[in-house]
């Protein structure tokens, strides 16, 4: 999620504006510290404009 949000130049408030959530919950749910629930991970994905299945993937590293 944090990478998709990188890419589009979005900051964390914005994203959480987007997608109907609290900044600090997506914040939290970004550094692994929260548990995310199917329905927001649906809301972001929607905001993100992407697959909610992108969102389960382990990012990638090069």
């Known amino acids: 999620m944090r990478l998709l949000r990188a890419e589009r130049g979005w900051s964390q408030e ?3 504006a987007e997608a109907g959530v609290n900044r600090t919950y997506l914040s939290a ?3 692994s510290e929260q ?3 199917l ?3 649906y809301k972001i994905a929607v ?3 992407v697959p909610a299945w992108t ?3 382990e990012a990638k590293t090069t």
Do not use: G, K, P, W
Request: avoid cysteine; proline fraction near 0%; hydrophobic fraction near 55%.
């Open 39 to 41: 329905d927001n991970i």
């Open 47 to 49: 905001a993100l404009d």
């Open 35 to 37: 548990n995310i629930s």
């Open 29 to 31: 749910v970004e550094r």
């Open 14 to 16: 914005f994203l959480a």
């Open 55 to 57: 969102l389960l993937q």
